[in-house]
């Protein structure tokens, strides 16, 4: 965990440039808060739909039906949380959710490192033919692979089990972290391996020891967005996890969907439930993602 | 890295306790897989079926999984044709659907149990039409594929305020009066019908365009259209009749503005919160009505009609590769028993074969009375989008046109002869 | 021409200083670290595809239907099949909503939170604005449609609350309006995508040394002229992975047209992979479903080669 290096409050001392000739008309402060509140409005006007399921979640049956989705909740209410609770096996599917979601994202970030070391660092020939090929994951469509995906699982018995499901996302997922860290490290300046041979340092230790903790920020975007990613899929997990012992989280929201009635507050509350881990998944990595090593601190 | 590391080993911790897969090949488990809420009417009457036949084998692990409509939808051809199928599962009627697991291959024929069980004596009439499919898997003929436990009709559920705000004095008995009431609710500035035009999920003005045709069809015309017996002319009554006073309908205003957006939830919504004097739906918001409606009301089916929408509910069938198929059908038995049927009444799910005189609340019973009248008088239509493949998307689409006035009646049935003709030709050949 | 994707110091044919090991190993060995991802995709995508691909010559209905070899059948019908091909216009309004707007907005947005707020003010304060930005794509597609449903509802809903509130009378049917629709789905899909440049970009801005940016402060230049000469040439790689990825989603999706619209008011948001969606399921017609896949694939393949081409040679000129 190298600190950032950079004083991040350095105000430029420099004259003030043409085109920030706003600034001279305004005293130095406001044109900061300025950009804050536009940046500020346009988060709260992301975040306000998610809001408004925040809301809704704590409204009763009746209260929904008698006042739609956009009025202020009459009361508090957990009734949509019970109902969620009664019709699903939450703490099963969390659990199923979580491990798939972490291991996919612990495997994959592993193989995309090891995969792109080859591709990006190594410049093994026909980089580009392999990356199109690897890419193939992120291109077809997935209900195009589906069949065979199917009777493998069966044929290898992890049908049903979380680990079909785990492979087959490893593998989609980190044909995207190969791209990502391949096109990253393809960047990186020679000379710091041309240093590390001359330590005779070999492959696996140059790997490790140097390219590692140069893409470790780049890494920790791959570990969210994988974890997220797999975390929301729906279609494969629906097929390959048909028993209600391995459903995941977003599986089993589809539960309450029926042909001719929708559990709508039930609905709200376990949309809300799905959120939460992810949520907290992302805020607490959200701190490496900024934990990246510049170039500059490694010159 | 260190987190993910840390991630990874309680990952691991916890498949070591999500290990075990469901389709265990152990002789000892029964394997039930359906898709009803399970705190809703029907899937209480199930758990009670479940419980009543554990008590019969002591021995079986019986496991009741739940999964969604529309998983069964997507997924049951792929499952069905695997190695570890449930002994016995709710199905999806229709062509679409059920019709092809039937002619796959993927399901059990049951024509022989139903004799030996004696299910056709509760399951009678129209309830029995969308349980039977033919070798090329379209409904209405054949061979017994899936037994309902439960049926459907669709009904005006109204609000009796607004009518009397409206000054509607009595529930419409006739096509007129029903008529007059609707412009009586436009004139005291209330949306007289909730509807609902999208093709995510709004059929509403599906199912008040074909409950207008139903009005005016006989069983035959009926038969004809569903089980694609003899070609349809659209350019007829009751197809003429019927749209052209569906379009009568929404040029007056009568079924509200603004469609194509609205799906049948947020028409609901709009009816329970009162700002509509009438909601078309079926049963299953029925409970809901009961337990949300803060004001009085109450429901009819389309007065003067010759028939009512409405058909069985989904199936229960054995998979071909079930390996308990007679504990399936003793299940299933148990499931048509009174005491399983009777439950499912009470709480409002419209069993095909309880006494109405278990059920105790006035207003449950008149439902279920009323829907039992449609049976013995064999007047359900079923639903519209049954007996070609990808019919739904194609009347919902033109149904979105009729609502926005950017198609006539005339120009929808020309089209709609063209989609139903080129179906039925290709549903007649294997 | 060799075919590497050339890192901007040095040329192909002047390896690194590490001829420790003879050529031959070490072109050998970084092929081992590439292998368990190479045998995962023949696995998981290639096999699969390939049968895909088998498939696409059958008439089949799924499940255990019978398999009936048509030949060409499927492709001849797709070359004329209206539906199909007419779902590209809306394509090129995706590829707008995930790949055009996001990016140059997540570029300015990011650049935004690294480069003057985290300056200004704190990297706390530029964080929570990113986690807010990143919000949406945390949301599972099925409950994003839930929230855009009442977003979009004609009446009462939340956008056209705000617009009447801007005096503006007569209210767009959003999600009814067949000329209007299209615009709803790039909405939301905008939304969706926002989150996922933003956080690229600021994890690539981690990366670039910031003597530049302070020399350039240092000279005079302003945010707009470091953004420009600083910012995106230094995180092209990222750049290019955004455009890329993005491109291959625009082309891919349907789960937004899906859940918001399934394709309606009047087909007017039917995208072409949703038409695949609907003959696997719906249709019950899995060679053709197979066919479009193929046919969508192919095509996806080569804008992706194309670009990565174009990648590797941006990149390599930089040497």
């Known amino acids: ?299 | 890295m260190r987190g993910a590391a840390a991630i990874a080993a309680m990952a691991v911790g916890g498949t070591a306790l999500s290990g075990c897969s469901s389709g265990s090949e152990d002789d000892n488990t029964f394997n039930i897989l359906q898709y009803e809420d399970p705190t809703q009417a029907q899937g209480q009457g199930w758990k009670l079926a479940v419980d009543i036949f554990r008590k019969k084998h002591p021995d079986l692990t019986v496991r009741m999984q739940t999964t969604s409509f529309d998983a069964v939808r997507k997924n049951a051809k792929l499952m069905l044709a695997g190695n570890d199928v449930p002994d016995v599962m709710e199905f999806n009627k229709g062509n679409a659907d059920g019709g092809q697991l039937a002619a796959q291959g993927l399901l059990a024929k049951l024509t022989g149990q139903v004799k030996k069980y004696g299910w056709d004596k509760k399951v009678t009439g129209a309830m029995q039409s969308l349980a039977l499919y033919n070798s090329l898997g379209n409904a209405g003929s054949g061979d017994w594929y899936g037994i309902p436990n439960i049926g459907e009709y669709v009904t005006m559920y109204y609000n009796k305020e607004l009518f009397a705000k409206a000054g509607i004095t009595a529930e419409p008995k006739t096509m007129d009066e029903f008529v007059e009431a609707m412009k009586k609710l436009k004139a005291a500035g209330i949306t007289p019908v909730s509807s609902s035009a999208s093709t995510n999920n709004g059929w509403n003005q599906l199912w008040l365009w074909y409950s207008l045709v139903s009005a005016y069809a006989d069983r035959r015309q009926v038969n004809d259209f569903t089980f694609l017996q003899h070609p349809v002319n659209f350019s007829q009554s009751p197809w003429s009749t019927g749209t052209d006073q569906f379009q009568q309908w929404i040029d007056q205003g009568y079924l509200g503005k603004g469609l194509g957006g609205l799906n049948f939830e947020q028409a609901a919504v709009t009816f329970l919160s009162g700002k509509a004097g009438m909601y078309m739906w079926n049963n299953g918001q029925f409970v809901r009505m009961q337990n949300e409606a803060k004001f009085k009301w109450g429901f009819f089916t389309l007065p003067g009609a010759k028939m009512t929408m409405g058909s069985s509910g989904h199936l229960w069938g054995v998979p071909a590769k079930s390996r308990h198929k007679e504990l399936a059908y003793e299940f299933i038995d148990i499931t048509l028993s009174k005491q399983v049927q009777n439950r499912i009444g009470q709480l409002g799910g419209l069993p095909v074969a309880a006494d109405l005189d278990t059920i105790t609340d006035p207003v449950t019973k008149a439902y279920t009375a009323r829907f039992y009248e449609t049976i013995d008088d064999d007047s359900l239509s079923f639903y519209p989008d049954y007996p070609v493949i990808g019919f739904l998307d194609f009347l919902a689409t033109h149904m979105q046109k009729m609502s926005s006035r950017s198609e006539g009646s005339k120009e929808f049935r020309d089209k709609l002869q063209k989609f139903y003709d080129t179906g039925r030709k290709e549903a007649l050949v294997p | 021409m060799s075919t590497v994707i050339e890192g901007p110091a040095i040329a192909p044919d002047n390896p690194p200083a590490e001829a420790i090991k003879a050529k031959g190993s070490r072109a050998v060995s970084y092929w081992l670290y590439l292998a368990p991802m190479l045998v995962g995709t023949l696995i998981v995508v290639l096999v699969p595809f390939g049968y895909n691909v088998y498939l696409s010559f059958f008439h089949w209905k799924g499940g255990l239907a019978p398999m009936r070899f048509s030949g060409l059948d499927n492709y001849k019908n797709l070359m004329v099949d209206e539906q199909f091909w007419s779902g590209f216009v809306n394509s090129l309004f995706m590829i707008v909503g995930i790949v055009i707007i996001p990016t140059i907005l997540g570029l300015i947005l990011a650049s935004s939170l690294f480069d003057y707020i985290s300056k200004q003010f704190n990297d706390t304060v530029a964080s929570v604005l990113r986690a807010l930005l990143y919000l949406p794509q945390i949301v599972p597609i099925a409950v994003a449609g839930i929230i855009w449903s009442w977003v979009l509802a004609t009446q009462n809903g939340v956008l056209n609350s705000v617009l009447e509130g801007f005096g503006i009378s007569s209210l767009p049917d959003w999600l009814g309006n067949p000329n209007i629709a299209i615009y709803a789905v790039v909405l939301m899909v905008m939304w969706l995508q926002l989150g996922y440049p933003v956080v690229i970009f600021m994890s690539a801005l981690e990366r670039v040394d910031p003597a530049l940016y302070e020399a350039a402060a240092l000279d005079g230049a302003g945010w707009w002229r470091r953004f420009f000469s600083i910012t995106i040439p230094q995180i092209r790689p990222e750049i290019f992975v955004v455009v890329l990825t993005a491109t291959i989603s625009a082309l891919k999706v349907f789960a937004p047209v899906l859940i918001l619209t399934m394709g309606g008011p009047e087909g007017s948001t039917v995208v072409p992979s949703f038409y695949a969606y609907r003959n696997f399921f719906e249709l019950s017609k899995v060679g053709y479903g197979s066919t479009i896949s193929t046919v969508m694939s192919v095509l996806i393949i080569v804008i992706a080669w194309a670009m990565l081409w174009f990648q590797r040679r941006n990149l390599t000129e930089e040497a």
């Open chain 1, 1 to 299: 965990m190298s600190a950032q290096t950079v004083s991040r409050n350095a105000v430029p001392t420099s004259p003030i440039p043409i085109d920030e000739i706003d600034l001279k008309r305004h005293p130095k402060g406001v044109m900061r808060w300025v950009v804050l509140v536009v940046l500020g409005i346009l988060g709260l006007i992301i975040v306000a739909p998610i809001l408004l399921l925040v809301m809704d979640a704590f409204k009763s049956n009746a209260d929904y039906s008698a006042n739609g989705p956009l009025s202020w909740p009459e009361g508090f209410s957990l009734e949509g949380f019970k109902a969620y609770m009664e019709v699903v096996n939450y703490p099963r599917a969390l659990l199923n959710s979580i491990v798939i979601s972490a291991l996919v994202a612990a495997f994959g970030v592993v193989l995309s490192l090891m995969s792109a070391y080859a591709i990006g660092i190594g410049r093994i020939k026909g980089g580009t033919a392999m990356l199109t090929i690897l890419l193939l994951a992120t291109m077809v469509p997935q209900e195009a692979l589906i069949y065979p995906l199917f009777y493998g699982a069966q044929a290898t018995h992890t049908i049903n089990t979380v680990w079909s499901v785990i492979i087959v996302f490893t593998i989609l997922q980190a044909a995207y972290g190969t791209y990502l860290l391949s096109s990253v490290m393809s960047t990186l300046p020679m000379s710091l391996l041309e240093a590390a041979a001359l330590d005779g340092a070999g492959r696996w230790r140059t790997l490790w020891s140097v390219i590692f903790p140069l893409v470790r920020g780049t890494m920790s975007v791959l570990m969210v967005f994988f974890f997220i990613w797999t975390w929301n899929e729906f279609y494969i997990p629906l097929v390959l996890l048909s028993g209600q012992d391995s459903q995941t989280v977003p599986i089993a929201i589809a539960t309450l969907q029926g042909q001719n009635a929708v559990n709508v507050t039930a609905m709200n509350a376990g949309s809300l439930l799905s959120l939460l881990p992810t949520l907290v998944f992302f805020l607490i990595f959200q701190r490496t993602l900024t934990k990246g090593v510049t170039l500059g601190a490694v010159k």
